[in-house]
């Protein structure tokens, strides 16, 4: 089992960045695939980027390409969310869950993941 600490979320004005920090305990991150999620008020969980055990590969939602990187440091057990070009719409609470240790890939689906952390808030003034 896994547990899993967001850090980093805060208040910016748009066109600012900020950089999401998830760190893992109990297991070393190098099991599992990860992904970050957000919860915008009244709005359902949404994907915004996974990232392979190895780092190899990783993906992204339409939404944030181009501006999100997502990254981890196996070493360090953390995963990274660098948020770049922030705009307003991009306000949530935002999550970063584990799935595995069997998978060596991250998905789409939130239910896919086994291990979600409490969340950091995100909010992007414009």
């Known amino acids: 089992q896994v547990q899993l600490v967001e850090s980093g979320g805060g208040l910016v004005q748009a066109g600012g960045s900020l950089r999401l920090s998830c760190a893992a305990s109990?297991?070393?991150?190098?099991?599992?695939?990860m992904g970050w999620f957000r919860q915008a008020p009244g709005k359902r969980r949404e994907f915004v980027a996974t990232?392979?055990?190895?780092?190899?590969?990783?993906y992204y939602a339409d939404s944030v390409k181009g501006r999100f990187t997502i990254s981890r440091d196996n070493a360090k057990n953390t995963v990274y969310l660098q948020m770049n070009s922030l705009k307003p719409e991009d306000t949530a609470v935002y999550y970063c869950?584990?799935?595995?240790?069997?998978?060596?890939?991250?998905?789409?689906?939130?239910?896919?993941?086994?291990?979600w952390g409490q969340g950091t808030q995100v909010t992007v003034s414009s």
């Open positions: 990232i392979s055990r190895s780092g190899g590969s990783r």
């Open positions: 869950a584990a799935r595995g240790p069997k998978y060596l890939s991250g998905s789409y689906y939130d239910a896919d993941y086994d291990y």
């Open positions: 109990g297991r070393t991150l190098s099991s599992y695939a």
